[in-house]
């Protein structure tokens, strides 16, 4: 008899503790009403909140961690300067469809590769010619520069889609 009340016992136990990991504590419960409204959660829709809930749980049981830190270069070590510079390499021809007229403010170039970009720098340059190729690299400071071959003008570009 007494073996079947321990065994009751632990499943009892076993069976609040999976209670717990399957439904982590909202993240609304965990705050006082004045931080929650403070800190804008309020306006996270249910979904929203459930999945932050359910991260400060993983974090809480060390599955996530913080983001990563990225050192600058000078404080890097000359093997990580040199996996920099690898990761810094970037270069991608293109050609602009439809042909290639220049910029203006704003201009969105579409590609034959079907991205997208955007003029990222003030500016105008005006193309008449039939050259429609572009090359995009990564200059030092990470930023992407779009630069027409026809002409040699370049300008600065952000990928929208």
Known sequence: MRQIIL????????????ADKAAPPDIESLM?????????????????????SNWVERY???????????????????EEKIEYKK????????KVLPAFRGWSGK?????DNGQVWRQR??????????????????NFLGKYVMKH???GRAIGGKRID
């Not at 809480?60 to 000359?78: C, H, Y």
């Not at 990761?87 to 293109?94: G, I, Q, R, T, V």
């Not at 720098?121 to 990564?138: A, D, E, L």
């Open 107 to 111: 201009t969105v170039f579409e590609l």
């Open 60 to 78: 809480r049981e060390g599955a996530v961690t913080g983001p990563e830190v990225v050192k600058k270069p000078s404080q890097m070590t000359e």
């Open 149 to 151: 071959e026809a002409s």
């Open 121 to 138: 720098q003030p500016g105008t340059m005006k193309y008449s010619g039939g050259n429609s190729n572009v090359v995009i690299t990564r």
């Open 7 to 18: 065994l009751g016992a632990i499943v009892m136990f076993s069976v609040s503790l999976s």
């Open 32 to 52: 006082a009403s004045e931080d929650f409204t403070a800190s804008g959660l309020n306006k996270l829709t249910p979904e929203e909140r459930a999945h932050l």
């Open 87 to 94: 990761d810094m390499a970037f270069e991608l021809p293109a």
